[in-house]
């Protein structure tokens, strides 16, 4: 029928195909005549053969290799869900010679213009990691990218893929951190989850704990959490100074509407993150909510009792008004029950004791037998946790000796057996009545037990014990194992303390003893034998028999078996099954001292306002930020006034608000460049509404309204959800004129694109060698590329509006800091700079210093600002803004640029306090006079090619052969200086590219290695100056051994 | 996360399964087979189950057993809840999650199944998106495919999935534009032999049914919103309005679909509208006992109570029943040992009421304890919190829809000791 010409025969055909793969047959013969439909007009039958593609595609690997095509070509289809969905299918194939064609898929994919497709790209980078994990830096980086997507629909499945590829890669968090959270209430549910997990784990190594106040109050935690003195020390400490960090309370803010969901699973996420992470005074709120979840299905509540009665053993107080809820139905299945029995017995204290006991007795009494047991152990852990109740437990429990069922009885003997050894007291009596039970009870635990007691306490019941053993020694051969030991036990006991009487009777049982089918039993009788009896060979030990077995035996401590399960983190497989699971996560213990929080900043620094302890992040970011626009609009020589930077820098804004909490109301009032941005968003936003055909005057209105509490309400979430909301009542029109301008943006693209088409060209014939065609049986559409080559692709995405020039990344950034200022001659103020390599933001001929302030007084040092400056000519600076007031043992960062003007010149300048002023200079060395840029071997060559004779320096390096490995070089040439490193086709040529920070001017830094152990170091520039210092400067590093 | 599903009915066979990873075995039932067996009440299974290579997390709904396998480390809430999820969305498709259901609509469920989970994540899980991707059956439609030739799978693309509200599809249209809430409440109690109150709580719901075109901006607005303690919402609902005004506020998911469920705060009183007058004993070292129970109403503000019905789950021990009730039937199952009082309508002038001799098993001793009594009833027009919704305003629309609010309390878990 698969070949049949109509459509609706075809679908028949497949239906029935998928029919036999659902029942588990197999149904893999078929597959090349089910493979040729992928092509199928028609969608429901090409959705069927997608299902069994996926399904036998491994199987069948040389066939399915007939279908990517069709994949590859649907992945360019203007339709976004076919984008998607060949995408989806495409990674689903777990084929492993698809990889690169996958690889590739994901990479475009993860830059596609729809939300919806680089949701599917962030699923797909799973797949392909669990089909090849070598790919794992590839995806990374996609990861990498994807987690800066600003798109809800994206958030969830990302985290999610980068929980499974690399989850200890937190630092590519940080910069996501805060937008993470603040889109947190609009991700669908199931993102919700894996987020909130994701960033638990998240602030328990980037937050200090907020646990310190309430140590004394509750010890059993800080028992816990802390366990030795030391550590109480340090956190007493530590309580003093301690604020919670911003972000940490962001984080907690903006769950907390989290527990309102519908989805059981997002409350649970909620509730085990105020767990480890929210201050104990504030854990109180989700009890509310768990209890809610009992309402819900069997499993639900199986799930979240268990984590209620975790919680319950550590806090007690937080469950105690819920008690009722956890009051047990007789309809509740037993694992139910049970469960709830553990959480009440945990909530049980003296004031509720009393009713509780009266609860129990109801339970006891359950036809449900297990339950009733259960039940029984209940009584005596609440018996042995409250002493008032003592006795009142052990005379219901002695009641429940004359109950009919047999494992009541048994449960309760053994019970009051560890009740009574705990107070051995006068009790003769229960155990005399325990006796006679000997003859009713068969449960082998219940005999034992009662066996153990008489044997304990045998001379207090002096006549009943050896008439015990009599009866004892007569069934000994038909009992079980467990109470053979124990009558051994109980013989042995007699024996010593009433040999006339039972001497006889002894010797008897451990003659039976002896043959034994049961090993431990013989092994046991041997034992005893040697202890006891009496004859020349036992050694000293004989002496001690008395004492070995009538001493005093601790009692033993009922517990709860959820005691241990506190330290999995609470929701997961790991803590419902109470063992490690695969790829379980440990949650950190909090860092002692909170890592720089600055990581987390995202936004451009703005000026007008008073300083913030931002640093060498902010920058970063700034740059970050920077590149990420060039690589998302692949324009970003004239981007800034079109709509889509418009609306990115609208989201940063909204973050910066987040940060700077109440005081965003001036921040737009500050910078040029933000307050275009605001126009921007205006703009966008008549636009929209001009857009919008019939404009219904309510939600005009309302949208009024919105804007107008916007600009007066200044808490940021409030505004962000405001906003939120708005889009919200109008989000059809909206998302037209959005994809609109997306439009735009993407021709725009495509212009550039085909401006550098050459360029491209270029790159893939130099690094034809590496391209190895990698599925031969397919006709691709795009020529597979091999991994090196999409690198060097991306790199030329990040160039800017000059094709060769392109600044990039550092290479690496040495943290070696300068001495600015000793503490000692700053009257305990000290300075130390270094300098972060990134462009400067304040200035694009500026090279960022980034200063760090210490105050190593035990005083404020107020009001630090940079007074008069000595620079020579040309030469200029901006300052930090000035510092208020810097707290004892106080550290901050702050960013300065410095135009040096492509000199090696000292910037003097002077740092003054409320009091005095030191005199510091800054001295660059002149690799950090450098901008590090991408460029190609031929464009370095042709470059190279203009700038020789006077422009060329070059000197000769001796040194040892090891030292000519080509990461050793990088390595020691971009420690001195800020280069990039330049793709080299040769083995023995090392290229390095940089500009002046200033003027711009190139220079091209050549190491070629010689025979024997000599290289030859060149460096072509127009600022001759400063290229022989730098070889100056090189020459000795690269001959150091 | 999730890597298949197995579906399981009763009688152990394993009559559907979906991988969507690699292929896992049938035989990995195997382990949740033999947890069955010991578990011997298919409501002991343990959820979780650790086998050495995969963990099952499984659910047991209408009879049938939802069995995923999973293989790493996952919050098994995460699975459970979307295995609900997965049944819902079947009953809501076939209008019954069953056997037959699913084996009659393979393809659909298989289809569903593709879309709901990408590579063990969920992808799509709202009832309102799939039905575009993948329209329900009905009779209509597949004379309709029959003849046509035409598929039940959508061709556009759903565009909630791509905007800011997934849970509502667009283009809606209806002729008669209705929005029906129904606040429906639910107390749980246990009451103790001597008919006082152990344990009293209301939960409510508010299930909404709403035909509206386009996109309507709706705002519902309570009387008394402080009753509600504790409230969980649909996605739809703004969060914000409700901390500071207390108003629900949303655009609706077309359809019906539960809008909020809440609870009543606890210092509230909770009204118990029945009491139970119970007589249940056993004679020691004799094969009958005495069985009597009457019902009657109380604290009922006026209102009748209907579709009341008693079920008890007698002990063991019971061989049989022989009962006369003055009012409505009854029924026994020997082998369950649950007696059903199917009673009705109370009404105060008289009392229904059931007695009669229980049959024992002869040699047998008496059970310790007698059974407690399950009772279900219905009070139609009252939200036994008082609840009431005040107004129900829309806005971004012009037209008018009828709107309505329907009040119910039921039992929930009601139980009466004896």
Known sequence: MLESNKDSAKLDAMKRIVGMIAKGKNASELFPAVVKNVASKNIEIKKLVYVYLVRYAEEQQDLALLSISTFQRALKDPNQLIRASALRVLSSIRVPIIVPIMMLAIKEASADLSPYVRKNAAHAIQKLYSLDPEQKEMLIEVIEKLLKDKSTLVAGSVVMAFEEVCPDRIDLIHKNYRKLCNLLVDVEEWGQVVIIHMLTRYARTQFVSPWKEDDGLEDNEKNFYESDDEQKEKTDKRKKTYAMDPDHRLLIRNTKPLLQSRNAAVVMAVAQLYWHIAPKSETGIISKSLVRLLRSNREVQYIVLQNIATMSIQRKGMFEPYLKSFYVRSTDPTMIK?????????????????????????????????????TIQTIGRCATNISEVTDTCLNGLVCLLSNRDEIVVAESVVVIKKLLQMQPAQHGEIIKHMAKLLDSITVPVARASILWLIGENCERVPKIAPDVLRKMAKSFTSEDDLVKLQILNLGAKLYLTNSKQTKLLTQYILNLGKYDQNYDIRDRTRFIRQLIVPNEKSGALSKYAKKIFLAQKPAPLLESPFKDRDHFQLGTLSHTLNTKATG?????????????????????????????????????????????????????????????????SESGERGESGEEGDSSEDSSSGQESESGSESGVEDERTAKRNSKPKGKSDSEDGEKENEKSKTSDSSNAESSSIEESSSDSESESDSESETESRRVTKEKGKKTKQDRNPLTKDVSLLDLDDFNPVSTPVALPTPALSPSLIADLEGLNLSTSSSVISVTAPVFVPMKTHVLLHRMSGKGLAANYYFPRQPCIFGDKMVSVQITLNNTTDQKIENIHIGGKKLPIGMQMHVFNPIDSLEPEGSITVSMGIDFCDSTQTASFQLCTKDDCFNVNIQPPVGELLLPVAMSEKDFKKEQGMLTGMNETSTVIITAPQNFTSSVILQKVVNVANVGAVPSGQDNIHRFAAKTVHSGSLMLVTVELKEGSTAQLIINTEKTVIGSVLLRELKPVLSQG | ???????????????????????????????????????????????????????????????????????????????????????????????????????????????????????GFPLATESNILKELIKPPTILRSVVNSITGSSNVGDTLPTGQLSNIPWRRAGVKYTNNEAYFDVIEEIDAIIDKSGSTVFAEIQGVIDACIKLSGMPDLSLSFMNPRLLDDVSFHPCIRFKRWESERVLSFIPPDGNFRLISYRVSSQNLVAIPVYVKHNISFKENSSCGRFDITIGPKQNMGKTIEGITVTVHMPKVVLNMNLTPTQGSYTFDPVTKVLTWDVGKITPQKLPSLKGLVNLQSGAPKPEENPSLNIQFKIQQLAISGLKVNRLDMYGEKYKPFKGVKYVTKAGKFQVRT
Request: charged content about 25%; overall charge negative; aromatic content about 10%.
């Open chain 1, 584 to 648: 379980y996560l440990e949650l950190s213990n909090w860092p002692e001292v909170a890592p720089d929080p600055s990581v987390r900043n995202v936004e451009v620094i703005e000026l007008a306002k008073e300083w913030t302890p931002v640093g060498k992040a902010k920058k970063e970011n700034s740059a970050k930020k920077f590149y990420s626009e060039s690589e998302e609009d692949e324009d970003s020589s004239d981007s800034s006034s079109d709509s889509e930077s418009g609306s990115g």
């Open chain 2, 1 to 119: 996360m999730i890597h298949s599903l197995f579906l399981i009915n009763c009688s152990g066979d394993i009559f559907l399964e979906k991988h969507w990873k690699s292929v896992v075995s049938q035989s990995v039932c195997d382990y949740f087979f033999e947890a069955q067996e010991k578990a011997a009440d298919v409501e002991n299974v343990p959820p979780v189950i650790s086998t050495p290579h995969h963990y099952l997390i499984s659910i047991y709904r209408d009879k049938l057993f939802f069995v995923s396998v999973i293989q790493t480390e996952v919050p098994p809430l995460f699975v459970i809840e979307f295995l609900h999820r997965v049944a819902d969305t079947f009953q809501d498709y076939f209008g019954e999650c069953s056997e037959a259901a699913i084996k009659d609509n393979v393809v659909i469920v298989y289809e569903l199944l593709e879309e709901m989970l990408d590579n």
């Open chain 1, 338 to 374: 049970t469960l709830k029995l553990e959480i009440l017995t945990n909530l049980a204290n003296e004031a509720n004791i009393s009713t509780l006991l009266r609860e129990f007795q109801t339970y006891v009494k359950s036809q449900d037998k297990q339950f009733a047991a259960a």
